[in-house]
């Protein structure tokens, strides 16, 4: 696996699996609006797009509390400018730490929609740690967790507090009861 899309992918089908449901990804270009909130830009993309299958969406980003949120919905342009490196400039000798990954997933099938989120708090690293996971997860040591940063857990540990993965149990649960 190499794209971050890759990788949302990959976290999103195998929880989807989990309530017998099967995902195919798309390669169809999105409008994507500016807001603050996730579950704004995935709602607004899902609607503009005129495609008559059972289809969704999802936005994500990393929110850090002593920046107001930033980079929140800039997170993959942080990534492709600043990168890990410059998010730990910014937080250089700063004691409070505080994030959160937020993810919202928007599904429509004919004329229903719904739209879920999830969300997993914790703390910016020090330093970057692990080579698991994508984009920010090296930096991204969660709360329930036991210090290590997401890039040093499996994907399986991941899974079980994830911000996609919370979104998307919630999207399956709503689907199984259907
Ligand atoms: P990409 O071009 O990176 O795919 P996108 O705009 O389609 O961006 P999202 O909104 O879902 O992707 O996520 C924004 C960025 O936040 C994305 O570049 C990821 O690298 C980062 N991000 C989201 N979820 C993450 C996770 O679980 N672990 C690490 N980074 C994550």
Redesign the pocket.
Same mark, same amino acid.
């Given at each position: 696996m190499g794209t #971050?899309?890759d990788h949302?992918y990959e976290e999103a089908r195998e929880v989807l699996a989990e309530f017998g449901v099967e995902l195919e990804r798309l390669s169809i270009d999105r409008v994507e609006i500016q807001a603050d909130d996730p579950e704004l830009i995935a709602e607004y993309s899902l609607k503009v797009l005129d495609v008559d299958i059972p289809i969704l969406i999802?936005?994500?980003?990393?929110y850090i509390d002593k920046y107001y949120g930033f980079p929140g919905p800039y997170? #993959?342009y942080a990534?492709r400018t600043i990168d890990n490196e410059g998010i730990l400039k910014l937080m250089e000798g700063e004691t409070e730490r505080g994030a959160r990954?937020l993810s919202a997933v928007a599904f429509r099938d004919g004329d229903t929609s719904v739209t879920f989120t999830g969300e997993v708090g914790g703390r910016i690293a020090e330093e970057m740690r692990g080579t698991n996971?994508?984009?920010?997860?090296p930096i991204f040591m969660p709360e329930e967790g036991d210090g290590r940063t997401?890039g040093e857990m499996s994907a399986v540990e991941k899974a079980r507090i994830?911000?996609?993965a919370r979104a998307f149990r919630k999207l399956g649960e709503w689907l199984e009861a259907d």
């Open positions: #971050s899309s949302k999802e936005d994500a980003g990393l997170s #993959s990534l990954y996971g994508f984009g920010y997860d997401f994830s911000h996609r």
